[in-house]
Structures are given as structure tokens and as C-alpha cells.
């Protein structure tokens, strides 16, 4: 156990709708991390938050957004939903904002758009 | 600009034999490299990382890389091969300073009885 928890484990939606994804990071760590991986993209770096500000952005859609709370829990948000969203969202902490530093990842939510 | 490259997309070895993950990558600064392994229906776990220190790195069961920068690769090996090594390999580059970090597309080991 990574001590990173990731809720839903599992969402299943329909096209067009918006989901809300909710990560919670190790005790003590500042930076999260989001992750989408498909089986034709393999794993892709989507955004990075360092106690509630945006430290990096990848590949992430306009249509993608997060954010990082006060109490230092993460939400991605996917909205206009795509069949091509469908894959497994991982979100990841580490202590600092510094890449270098070893990333702590939750089990993931799979997210399936009919 | 940083990349990584992993170039074998499945290996298949016998238990008790050696484990060969090879990965290269490019990049424009000094980098620091994982490796991490992802089991079925699993997250990510951190095997190992190397960020400037000794050449030779060690990690979590059993397993080793050594940076090569005239290569620039970063091989991870093992020297035995068990069952429950079974699962998907992940070699990652980022580097000091930086903020993103660039996996690989991933090499899945397959170990036969």
C-alpha cells in the first residue's frame, strides 16, 4: 500500500458527460501528480500540482482540469467526454515539487465512456 | 528536450534465468532515471533511481541498472528470474530541476515455469 488513495476505483459514463476523479496523497507530501494510461498511449504525464499551485503541465487536454485543496487532496476533472477518455487514471505524490524525487502512486480510477 | 525509449516492447525468460530491460534515452540536461514496475491490476512501484550518484544502482528485489552515459542507456537486470517478477516495466527520465517526467512505453516481462 503506497498510502495514496484514488477514488472511484471504477466509473463507468456515457459521452458528453463530466466525472470528477479525487485523489488523496501520502501524509505529508505536497506535490500530486495525474496520469492517464491507455493501451495506445501507454502512460502519459498530465499535470502537476505542488501545494495548490500547478508546477507542470503534459499532455492534457483543454477539456481536462484540476486543481489542488487547501488540505492538499487533488481533483481531476473530465468533461465532454470522448470514448477515447476511457482508460486508467493514476494519481501519484511525492514529498517535493522536484521530479527527481521517488512518486508514491495510487491504485487508479478506470474510467469507461460508452 | 528528453525521451526515453524502452526497446523491447515483451521479454520472456525461464525462472532462474537472467532478466535483461534495456532503455535509452536522450536528454539535454543531466538526467535522473527510474525504473518502476507495474503488476496486473496494480499501481506503480519504484524499483529504482539513479540521479548522478553511483553508476551502478540497486534496487528492490534483486534487481540492478547502470547508467551508461557514453551509451546513454540504463539497463535493468536481475539475475534470477522468479514467477512474481511477472509484470510490466516502466524506465522513466526526468532530471534535476525539472518538473516533467517521461515514461516509456514499457517493456512486459513474461517468466516461464
Known amino acids: 500500500d503506497s498510502g495514496v488513495t484514488q477514488t472511484p476505483k471504477h466509473l463507468i459514463t456515457a459521452t458528453g458527460q463530466r466525472v470528477t476523479l479525487r485523489c488523496s496523497p501520502r501524509?505529508?507530501?505536497?506535490?500530486v501528480y495525474w496520469y492517464q494510461q491507455s493501451l495506445d498511449q501507454g502512460l502519459q504525464f498530465l499535470i502537476q500540482?505542488?501545494?495548490?499551485?500547478?508546477?507542470a503541465k503534459g499532455n492534457i487536454l483543454e477539456r481536462f482540469s484540476a486543481q489542488q485543496f487547501p488540505d492538499l487532496h487533488s481533483e481531476l476533472n473530465l468533461s465532454s467526454l470522448e470514448l477515447g477518455d476511457s482508460a486508467l487514471y493514476f494519481c501519484?505524490?511525492?514529498?517535493?515539487?522536484?521530479?527527481?524525487?521517488?512518486?508514491?502512486f495510487g491504485p487508479g480510477t478506470r474510467l469507461t465512456v460508452l | 528536450a528528453q525521451s526515453v525509449t524502452q526497446l523491447d516492447s515483451h521479454v520472456s525468460v525461464s525462472e532462474g534465468t537472467p532478466v535483461l530491460l534495456r532503455c535509452n534515452y536522450s536528454?539535454?540536461?543531466?538526467?535522473?532515471l527510474f525504473w518502476y514496475v507495474q503488476h496486473p491490476n496494480k499501481g506503480l512501484q519504484l524499483l529504482l533511481k539513479?540521479?548522478?550518484?553511483?553508476?551502478l544502482v540497486k534496487g528492490i528485489n534483486g534487481f540492478e541498472a547502470e547508467f551508461k552515459k557514453s551509451e546513454t542507456s540504463f539497463h535493468l537486470t536481475k539475475p534470477s528470474a522468479h514467477m512474481s517478477d511477472a509484470a510490466e516495466y516502466f524506465c522513466?527520465?526526468?532530471?534535476?530541476?525539472?518538473?516533467?517526467?517521461?515514461f516509456g512505453a514499457g517493456t512486459r516481462l513474461f517468466v516461464k515455469a
Open positions: 501519484a505524490s511525492s514529498v517535493a515539487g522536484n521530479a527527481v524525487n521517488e512518486q508514491f
Open positions: 501524509s505529508g507530501d505536497l506535490s
Open positions: 500540482y505542488y501545494n495548490g499551485e500547478e508546477r
Open positions: 536528454s539535454s540536461y543531466s538526467p535522473s
Open positions: 539513479y540521479t548522478s550518484a553511483a553508476t
Open positions: 522513466v527520465v526526468t532530471h534535476t530541476g525539472g518538473f516533467k517526467t517521461i
